[in-house]
């Protein structure tokens, strides 16, 4: 399920989230290996859930960092924003977790390659309170 | 691989030997599915018969299911060890992120054994586990800063979970709870004091695993389903005021218990209702995987005495059952004070209920001569919550012999100053807060955990009163309340919330099931609930329990319900009846 238009994902109002990681969910069963934990989004507290949620989500940079520290070209920019992940050439350094400030580059611990978010929306509509949505790019 | 076979491996931890190991249960997973059904198998195993509820050979049994953190409201975790509260097999559920850490840690149970000599606190993460020391918890006045310290000082923010004890737990008050995720407990039946006879302070799991579901297209169709009914009319109640949403109706039927039962009518219930703690509603929350999003917070504001221009602001969760609890079984009124009671028993980390009811019996048993000040140290009044709030710490420190033996609960208090006869428990156990009549107080009596929660009876009562139907005989009313126990044992060893008990009948529940591979019907599923049921009940009187001897609060009898007076002899005879034939199917 590849984004056919140029979009991104964007946080409408973290304030509204409840922390159900409805959304981590649905994102991981787009594909057949399903749990919060293989979700290319995450949704953590705030230090302390009674502080709300902080909705962790790639921000499709338009220069990304994560693609420039990638020792083996694994990630590759999109002309407008964002990258994608080539999994064979990806030798699972994570020098890309540790170059995303917002902490989007989320880690696949079974398969040792980094989630990176392909910007679909899939789980926009899993959201019950409409904290998620898709802008153009 | 499998469904059967991702989520039976058993992790196995001995708090003695400080080891762990790792089993593959498939024979229990296969056979009884997970939760409740695979934890009171689990139990036997573990538990000698006459074990001591706070000694190293009482076991801590945690599992999940087969729809945990897979599908809407599949969020409970289920926990089974033997409570020091009523002395029998006990059970409580909780939610938060457990259910989901421990799930994606790859694991479908936990059993936790043995004791520690000294403090420690538990990480485990997939199938390791890691000791470490508690020393710098143990003892911390507030249950919600060892929270916080743990948040900090471990990685998996957002897959795992952190169970912790307060001080309450500590000092084996026998109704201590464990507190998840700040806002979700394992509240009743006093597993806290458990987690502290083993000088475990702190659980963590993290949970950063997956599963390959076998039939993907299937599994997202039966998933968007029932996302759409949770989401819908069978939850509103929940969803919009959450369970402070029973207050004033309860309040209205004459069947919400106030001053330690003496009525079922509270004149200051609008002010502790749903409705009014809207105007402090501060956040929702929601357990993994749910959208309901039952979960509310009050906000309060406070100005410092000493500092006028100084405030601080304390987020609260309020449920019904503590506003009853708290509020108008100890004739609170006072909206804030309330909340404030909460927030200690949120710190200390003690079961709202029962610690509220040992307090009404306190109260009564002051006025009434049997005891004096020099017990209680607090001049404790109906509606007077600083007094109330003092005593709650009190319980905790126990600075007398008094608040030591209200730590043991509200039997072994009566039985040791009297007023028995007030003095509301079921084997042991304080009832959560509906007076609605005959059926509810049977099912205390009779129910695996002697909870509101086993059968649900109260809303058997008010749909009595509703329809202004007859009262059925307690033969009739054991076989109700047993046929709803059974049927929630299925939904408890799927690991479903109860909230989502209309999301999930036989339909959704098959069809559930078989996009993850398994093939039961709707016949099966029920016959299985009843095996469940038996297991549970023949576990129990193997430990010794009669059900003749539960004893029935006078109180019980004295104030009249929606459904007129409860009488000793109906209680009876269905306790008769029940015990026959729970016997007669345990041969
Ligand atoms: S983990 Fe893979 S994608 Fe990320 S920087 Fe290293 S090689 Fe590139
Ligand atoms: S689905 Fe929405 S409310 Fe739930 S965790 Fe995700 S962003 Fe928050
Ligand atoms: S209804 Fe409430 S308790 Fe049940 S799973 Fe949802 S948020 Fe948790």
Redo the contacts with the bound molecule.
């Keep these: 399920m590849i984004a056919a238009k140029a979009q991104r994902l964007v946080v409408l109002d973290a304030n509204k989230c409840v922390g ?1 990681q409805l959304c981590m969910l649905a994102c991981s069963s787009r594909l057949t290996h399903v749990g919060p934990a293989k979700s290319h989004l995450l949704i953590r507290s705030a230090g302390g859930i009674e502080r709300g949620f902080v909705v962790v989500v790639c921000r499709a940079c338009q220069d990304p960092p994560c693609a420039r520290v990638c020792p083996t070209g694994a990630l590759s920019p999109l002309p407008k924003g964002g990258v994608r992940l080539s999994s064979s050439k990806c030798i699972g350094c994570k020098n890309c977790v540790d170059a995303c400030d917002i902490g989007a580059v989320l880690w696949d611990e079974e398969l040792e390659k980094p989630l990176i978010c392909i910007q679909c929306g899939y789980c926009v509509d899993f959201c019950p309170y409409g904290v998620l949505g898709v802008e153009a790019l | 691989m499998s469904w059967v076979k991702e989520i039976s491996k058993v992790l196995y931890v001995d708090l003695s030997k400080k080891t762990f190991w790792v089993e593959s249960r498939e024979d229990l997973f296969s056979k009884w599915l997970g939760g409740i059904g695979v934890a009171v198998q689990l139990y036997k195993e573990e538990v000698p018969k006459g074990a001591d509820p706070l000694g190293p050979e009482n076991a801590i049994v945690l599992a999940v299911g087969p729809l945990t953190a897979v599908f809407p ?1 599949a ?2 975790t289920i926990s089974v060890f033997k409570s020091p509260l009523t002395g029998t097999m006990a059970e409580s559920h909780a ?2 992120r457990a259910p989901a850490a421990i799930r994606f840690a790859g694991l479908g149970a936990i059993v936790i054994k043995g004791a520690s000599e000294r403090p420690v606190y538990l990480v485990v993460e997939g199938e390791r586990v890691r000791f470490r020391d508690a020393g710098t918890l143990w003892g911390m006045r507030s249950a919600e800063t060892v929270g916080r310290v743990l948040r900090e000082a471990l990685p998996g923010a957002g897959l795992r979970t952190i169970m912790r004890i307060g001080r309450a737990g500590e000092r084996l008050v026998r109704y201590a709870n464990v507190i998840i995720e700040t806002y ?1 407990h394992f509240g009743r039946m006093g597993l806290g004091a458990v987690f502290g006879s083993k000088k475990l302070k702190a659980l963590v799991v993290i949970g950063r695993r997956s599963s390959k579901v076998p039939k993907i297209r299937e599994y997202r169709e039966a998933y968007a389903e029932i996302l759409e009914v949770a989401r819908g009319a069978a ?1 509103k109640k ?1 969803h919009e005021l959450g369970t402070a949403a029973n207050v004033l109706p309860l309040n209205k039927l004459g069947a919400l218990p106030t001053r330690n039962f003496l009525s079922g009518r509270f004149e200051g219930a609008e002010s502790i209702s749903g409705e009014r703690l809207l105007e402090s509603l501060s956040r929702r ?3 993994v ?7 509310h917070l009050a906000a309060i504001r406070e100005q410092y005495e000493d500092e006028k221009y100084f405030y601080k602001v304390e987020n609260v969760p309020y449920d019904y059952e503590l506003l009853y609890a708290l509020g108008s079984n100890l004739g609170v009124s006072d909206t804030v004070g309330v909340l404030k009671l909460i927030k200690v028993v949120e710190e200390e980390g003690m079961d709202a209920i029962s610690a509220g009811v040992a307090l009404a019996w306190a109260t009564e048993a002051l006025e009434r001569g049997l005891i004096t000040k020099e017990h209680t140290i607090v001049e404790l009044k109906w509606g007077d919550w600083q007094a109330y709030s003092k005593s709650l710490h009190y319980i905790v420190e126990q600075p007398n012999d008094f608040y030591k033996v209200l730590a043991l609960g509200v039997r072994e208090a009566a039985s040791r100053y009297g007023g028995e006869e007030f003095a509301l428990h079921y084997n042991g156990l304080e009832p959560a807060g509906y007076h609605t009549g005959p059926l509810y107080h049977l099912s205390l009596a009779i129910g695996g955990r002697h909870s509101h929660l086993d059968a649900g009876a109260y809303g058997m009562d008010e749909g009595l009163a509703s329809a202004k139907a007859r009262v059925p005989e307690p033969e009739e009313a054991v076989r109700l309340i047993a046929s709803e126990e059974s049927w929630r044992q299925v939904l408890n060893s799927l690991a479903v ?4 008990r209309r999301v999930y009948g036989p339909g959704a529940v098959t069809k559930a099931l078989r996009s993850l591979g398994y093939e039961l019907g709707e016949k099966e599923l029920e016959e299985l609930g009843k095996s469940i049921y038996l297991e549970r009940h023949t576990v129990k009187l193997s430990e010794g329990f009669r059900p003749e001897d539960v004893k029935i609060p006078r109180r019980v009898l004295e104030t009249p319900t929606p459904l007129g007076f409860v009488t000793e002899e109906y209680l009876r005879r269905g306790i008769q009846h029940f015990a026959e034939t729970i016997r007669k199917q345990g041969r």
């Excluded at chain 2, 995987?289 to 979960?295: D, E, Y």
């Design positions: 159900c | 409201m969020s409970k939610g938060g979700r939850t929940y929350l929601s357990c995987g749910c959208p309901v999003a039952c979960i919330c109860l909230f989502g």
